[in-house]
């Protein structure tokens, strides 16, 4: 009876939709994914879903845009639990663990069957790959990924009498770089300020690469524990406390992710740390000269790489995940990773991308789109726990605390990783 | 009381009956239920654990943090809107001029979607770029970072919900002030009384029905009003702006733990049974439901 | 009341009528500028329409559109026939346990589905109702403020009217339907306009229940849309804002007298 009401419903809604004569023998493929950057992404998607369904006439792909990160894992897993249909979805790197434990997904090495499907597991960069890994094994597959990376004001840069050619590359010729970019008006009111780093939305992303920077990572790879307390953790959020009360180039308080694309491209700021995700929608705003460098490093170079990777789900059918496979497998594949990379200003994902010619020849006039990639060898994994969820919020408020100033980032560090602790227990 | 009519009447509340036991009842007891348990995960069995949630639920500084900032939210709120609502009314009601663009205006807010306006919002309280900082920098103030300062994030958010919900109330102020009997006011002016005093002695207390009424409205919507949280700060920075109800969804939704979500839950559904409580120990009186 | 008071008094009454539409003034001067002009104002700035096409290019609006009018219709035919019912027998039947029908009626004015999300989301998923119509909907189908209010109206109708009716024959649901239902008709306006805007505008419970465009009403649609996430864009997000509000709101233009009298009416009882 109920399976009678859905294909009902079905076909009500692709009467609705407009979706006409279906192949009775194809295999349907549903997959939801985040957005967490500008721009109409989903139109990117939605084009490459396309090509792939006029390359594969037996396989109907529903792509489903659900919100952020944890928008897309809560409705896929939601569509999981109560019998929705969903073979595969882009989700965040860094749920990796949480939808292991939820036995929600497989992994991929039990997926591939010949030699060439293990070539294409083994062609991405190492570094998109660490989230991806656990107890050995690959489970989730890299594809809107991305790296911090640091966008400046090439005008501002020359204004303030600094080469557009040299940003800075270390802790303190940031300080000092930025100290000169900060222009006030008459009243001594800040009319750009010298560099903003986002500290709403994703801050612990940010704080990690600081970290790293620092030589320290935040977690290890099992996802179990957890090192916020260590003292170049906690240095790295003092110089993070430090540009704002110190040196006063970043305003003091919490600076929204959402909102700072605007603010850079409204000249407030003359630098900003952005995900790379956002490098297309600047390029194609920015009413001045801009560059995009590496972050500037304390003990060395660093940025987490970010974003989401494919997963495909356990409960579905042998056929079901050979088309999803071969569905992860197209949309990774190098043609389509270097113009989903030149659409968005996310990376390509194997090196094989970038010997493609559409990448080949937009890094030759464009060499910002090649500065993510050039970073990935300094690159560390993203924050992935069990409990994901719990965790980042643990640190995120922590971070807030010491960045407002409402608690030193001794203590704040240090309350977040006894919470942590707590929480991660139960995984060790 | 025969019965034919007895048996007619519960089946005409059966409808109605079982959608409430279904989606108030029933779900309000499971809460509880819920809230002695515990999974692993959600694929796991759940099993039951006694008081051990509300254990964490005690040790938890976000759980206080919400408490006490749903305690200023609803403080901060409920008598501005409602005196705002009253004044509203008054003018409206008055001898103003353009008086029915005036109600439209002070209308408008409540037939907007408060989480499409919050993004509105967001814009006025953006730093540097934003309408408020803009307009405070023509004064050649530097405006504050409104949303991105534990000082002042909760307050901003405040300032949106009396927005929203002001012109609501003086919908119920209007009708409340067109029943009252222009005599009262005659006499009283035969009599000398000022318009403060007018409204002090006459108007205020023949309102009193109405004030208690949105009284409860308002302090139930101090509980259920976290739309624009999503937007404009998702309860930051460190918890400065978050609210129970916002948490409890990101405890059930982001971090996939119902049995702590039924915990905070269970909070909620004892403030609300306090709420009804007063309203019908202090209240009933005086609210005549006929 | 001296004159400078009268002033003040006056003062801010305008100010704040000002300050109550800011928000909509301002969506429409960003979705109508170019997105330059977004958080600058000038009087020179070029007007364009360029923002409501990109944002009916980035979200499926009329999609969303169609949702929410199926939505809130559905809640809105299951309210009436159900308070109706419900509401004629509180207020006309003498009945045992009537005492107590109406405290569980009552409890769902303070126990709002809003706080029950969790709980609530759990049974949906078992019923297999995720994502559709009929979920969003669940728990909104009985709506204890509807029943109160026709009960009120109800209990006002004059008892010789209904002797009489029933003196020509009628009875149960067609005097319901043939005396009741006419007579109070300012309450079923003023409560489906009530109804109407609320679930218009609810966002929460959507938000939870809903996975796809299948689904998913204007206002979470516009939250996906507009989501800081994926950087804010005003001029766009203005526009997706007038869209979404649109029906609604020049709805309400028209009608807003006998809106805002439904509104009072509804506040009376």
């Not at chain 1, 076909?11 to 957005?35: D, N, Q």
């Not at chain 1, 300020?193 to 990690?208: E, Q, V």
């Not at chain 3, 409890?107 to 609530?120: F, S």
Request: proline letters at 5%.
């Amino acid at each position: 009876m109920r399976t009678t009401n859905k294909n009902l419903a079905a076909l009500a809604l692709s009467a609705v939709l407009g979706f006409t004569g279906a192949v009775s023998a194809a295999t349907e493929l549903t997959m939801y994914y985040p957005v967490a950057v500008g721009g109409a992404l989903t139109k990117i998607v939605d084009g490459m879903i396309e090509e792939f369904e006029v390359q594969n006439p037996d396989i109907d792909v529903t792509a489903i845009y659900a919100g952020n990160y944890n928008d897309a894992r809560v409705k896929a897993l939601a569509a999981l639990q109560s019998g929705k249909p969903a073979q595969l979805s882009v989700m965040f790197s860094i749920d990796i663990h949480e939808l292991r434990d939820l036995e929600a997904i497989d992994a991929f090495d039990d997926l591939v069957k010949t030699d060439a499907e293990r070539e294409w597991l083994d062609g991405f960069y190492p570094a998109l790959m660490e989230n991806g890994k656990a107890d050995g094994k690959t489970w989730g597959i890299p594809f809107q990924r991305s790296t911090i990376v640091m966008y400046y004001n090439k005008d501002a840069f020359r204004a303030a009498g600094l080469d557009p050619e040299k940003p800075p590359t270390t802790w303190e010729e940031f300080a000092a770089v930025g100290k000169k970019l900060v222009k006030k008006d008459a009243n001594g009111n800040v009319e750009q300020w010298g560099a903003m780093i986002p500290s709403t939305g994703y801050p612990y992303w940010m704080f990690a690469a600081l970290a790293k920077q620092n030589g320290e990572v935040l977690m290890n790879q099992a996802g179990n524990e957890t090192y916020f307390d260590k003292p170049g953790v906690i240095a790295a959020l003092e110089y993070w406390q430090d540009l704002g009360k110190k040196y006063a180039i970043m305003p003091e308080g919490v600076i929204e992710w959402g909102t700072l694309r605007q603010n850079f491209l409204e000249q407030k700021t003359a630098m900003m740390w952005h995900s790379t995700g956002n490098l297309t929608t600047v390029k194609n705003n920015a009413s001045f000269d801009f560059g995009v460098a590496k972050l500037p490093g304390k003990k060395e170079l660093g940025s987490p790489t970010g974003g989401g990777n494919f997963y495909i789900f356990k409960n579905s059918s042998p056929q079901e995940k050979a088309a999803a496979l071969k569905l992860v497998q197209f949309m990774t594949s190098p043609k389509q990773a270097a113009h989903w990379s030149k659409a968005t200003g996310y990376m390509g994902v194997s090196p094989a991308a970038y010997q493609t010619e559409i990448l080949q020849d937009y890094v030759k006039t464009f060499p910002p789109a090649a500065v993510a990639r050039d970073q990935l060898t300094y690159a560390t994994a993203e924050l992935a726990t069990h409990e994901a969820g719990r965790v980042r919020k643990f640190l995120d408020d922590a971070l807030q605390a010491a960045l407002t100033g409402q608690m030193s980032a001794k203590k704040a560090m240090e309350d977040a990783q006894a919470q942590a602790r707590r929480v991660l227990r139960r995984y060790q | 009381m025969n019965r034919r009519l007895n048996l007619k009447a519960w089946l005409l509340m059966l409808p109605a009956l079982s959608l409430l036991i279904a989606f108030t009842h029933w779900p309000t007891l499971k809460t509880f239920w819920r809230s002695a348990t515990w999974a692993k995960s959600d694929v796991a069995p759940s099993q039951f654990v006694g008081l051990e949630n509300y254990g964490l639920l005690i040790e938890d500084p976000v759980f206080w943090k919400v408490i006490e900032n749903n305690f200023w939210y609803a403080l901060g709120t409920v008598p501005t809107s409602i005196a705002l609502a009253i004044a509203m009314a008054l003018w409206v009601n008055g001898k103003i001029k353009h008086k029915g663009l005036l109600r439209l205006a002070y209308f408008t807010p409540t037939i907007l979607p408060m989480i499409t306006v919050a993004n509105i919002w967001l814009f006025f309280y953006s730093p540097d770029i934003g309408l408020f900082d803009q307009l405070l920098r023509a004064v050649g103030i530097d405006g504050p970072n409104w949303l991105g300062d534990p000082d002042t994030a909760l307050g901003s958010l405040m300032a949106m919900t009396i927005w929203k919900e002001a012109g609501f109330f003086m919908i119920f102020y209007l009708a409340a002030l067109q029943t009252l009997s222009p005599e009262l006011y005659d006499a009283a002016k035969v009599e000398g009384a000022g318009p403060w005093r007018i409204f002090r002695r006459i108007t205020f207390p023949l309102l009193m029905p109405t004030t208690l009424f949105v009284l409860i409205n308002a302090l139930l919507n101090a509980f259920k009003l976290v739309d624009h949280l999503f937007i404009l700060t998702k309860g930051g920075p460190n918890n400065a702006s978050n609210l129970l109800l916002y948490y409890i969804y990101e405890t059930a939704f982001s971090f996939l733990d119902s049995y702590y979500a039924a915990t905070l839950t269970v909070v909620m559904l004892v403030a609300l049974a306090l709420i009804a409580l007063a309203q019908m120990l202090l209240f009933d009186r005086k609210i005549h439901y006929r | 009341m001296s004159t400078w008071l009268q002033h003040l008094s006056r003062f801010s009454a305008y100010l704040l009528g000002i300050l109550w539409v800011l928000p909509l003034l301002y969506a429409f001067w960003a979705a109508f500028h170019p997105p330059e002009y977004a958080t600058q104002f000038s009087l020179t700035a070029p007007l364009t329409l360029e923002n409501f096409v990109s944002a009916w290019d980035q979200a499926p609006f009329y999609r969303y559109m169609l949702n929410t009018i199926v939505i809130t219709t559905l809640i809105l035919v299951s309210q009436l026939f159900v308070c109706t019912l419900a509401g004629y027998a509180l207020a006309r039947e003498n009945f045992f346990g009537r005492g107590f029908a109406l405290a569980l009626v009552l409890t769902q004015l303070m126990v709002m589905p809003e706080v029950l999300i969790v709980e609530n989301y759990k049974t949906l998923s078992d019923l297999g109702q995720i994502d559709t119509y009929l979920g969003v909907g669940l728990p909104y189908l009985a709506s204890a403020f509807g029943i109160f209010l026709l009960r009120q109206t109800f209990k006002t109708v004059p008892q010789e009217l209904e002797d009489a009716a029933r003196v020509e024959g009628l009875s149960g649901l067609s005097l319901i339907w043939k005396v009741f239902v006419p007579l109070a008709f300012p309450t079923y306006l003023a409560f489906s306009l009530v109804s109407i805007s609320y679930h218009w505008n609810n966002f929460l419970w959507p938000l939870v229940v809903t996975n796809t465009v299948a689904s998913r009403p204007l206002t979470v649609g516009m939250a996906i849309f507009g989501a800081p996430e994926s950087g804010v864009d005003w001029s766009v997000i203005s526009a997706g804002t007038l869209i979404a509000v649109g029906p609604l709101l020049a709805l309400f233009l028209v009608f807003q007298r006998q809106f805002i009298q439904s509104f009072m009416h509804a506040g009376i009882k």
